[in-house]
């Protein structure tokens, strides 16, 4: 996994500039940069807010991945407050990620079956 964070400002215009790259780029490239493992960050140029989380949302809905997440989970984030996203679902949905990283080689072991032997997680 790439350690470097792929710098990118959002101008008021929508378009989205990548330092590294020095050039515009696509909703779809940053996509691509995520599957790749590569890290990205999204600041706002007007009010420098980080929008990365905005950003990969709307990646999701114009993708049609949003379809795949339970109306329960969205339902869940929708109501709680900012206390309990900041206290306990963000730290929670960290953890989740780590395991799911952590057994991502089982994982594809399991839906490939193609190996006698699942690899040691």
Known sequence: MCLDII???KY???RLYSSSEKRYVTLSEISDWVIS???VQVI???TKNDITSEVLTQILLENG???HLPVELLEAIISFNENVIKNLWTPL???SIEMMAKWNPFL???LA???KKPPKV
Do not use: C, F, L
């Open 7 to 9: 710098q990118i400002k």
């Open 108 to 110: 594809n072991w399991t």
């Open 12 to 14: 008021e215009n929508r």
């Open 113 to 115: 079956s193609k190996s």
């Open 65 to 67: 991945r949003a379809q």
């Open 93 to 95: 949905m960290g953890s």
């Open 37 to 39: 493992g590569k890290k």
């Open 44 to 46: 706002d140029v007007t």
